[in-house]
């Protein structure tokens, strides 16, 4: 019995690594100079570094096709872009992920960000926070400040108690200052003086002023 031998053959296209001279770069691909002619060339999938116009970068040629696999040289500034082509996820399932910058850290984006962490700390000479609208929702809030300011047009608070303790309290009203409240009941535990220039006091059944000595007049 004969048996039936298929020859395998390589299908490997011969290639090999240039060095050239970018030229200049638009959306779909990169215009390089590899010395024996200006030719374009394609960015590699793993080649996250954003070539730019006058680098050195290492390509791989396979017959037609160039690919741009990494930037050898950069003159002038040392200034760097990571390009990404699709969605990007970092992991370091055994470790942590540390961003560390002598300047500024920005980022941005057009659509939602969200962080979620067991723990979020936050430290800062100076915070600034600009935003159309902020929503918060949280169980327990604890600050401690050595000054509080507040400015706003309107001051709205529903809570179904408030509880203020203080030293002093100062409070200045402009115009008028109207309390709708279904039983008051004020304990002063040294002396209550009020001053105006007209005083009215009406109720709809009794009033009783009791004292040890009453003054009028």
């Known amino acids: 019995m004969n048996p039936k031998v298929i020859p395998l053959h390589s299908q490997n296209e011969e290639c090999g690594l240039i060095k050239a001279k970018v030229k200049g770069v638009s959306k779909d691909s990169v215009m390089i100079d590899t010395g024996a002619g200006v030719i374009n060339a394609q960015v590699a999938f793993s080649c996250l570094v954003a070539p730019e116009a006058g680098?050195?970068?290492?390509?791989?040629?396979?017959?037609?096709?160039?690919?741009?696999l990494a930037v050898l040289v950069r003159p002038a500034e040392q200034d760097m872009t990571l390009s990404f082509p699709a969605d990007v996820k970092m992991k370091a399932l055994d470790g942590q992920i540390d961003l560390v910058a002598t300047k500024d850290i920005n980022l941005l984006t057009s659509a939602d960000t969200h962080m979620l962490a067991g723990n979020l700390h936050m430290t800062s000479g100076n915070m600034d926070i600009t935003t159309g609208k902020l929503t918060s929702q949280t169980r327990?809030?604890?600050?401690?400040?050595?000054?509080?300011?507040?400015y706003t047009d309107v001051l709205t608070t529903v809570a179904k108690r408030i509880s203020q303790k203080t030293d002093i309290l100062v409070r200045w009203v402009e115009s008028v200052e109207t309390l709708n409240i279904g039983n008051l009941i004020q304990n002063v535990r040294k002396n209550y003086t009020s001053h105006s220039e007209q005083a009215v006091i009406t109720t709809t059944k009794d009033m009783r002023i009791d004292g040890e000595r009453i003054?009028?007049?």
């Open 55 to 68: 680098d050195t970068v290492l390509v791989n040629q396979s017959t037609s096709d160039y690919y741009i």
């Open 215 to 217: 003054h009028m007049g």
């Open 140 to 150: 327990e809030i604890e600050s401690h400040s050595q000054s509080t300011k507040i």
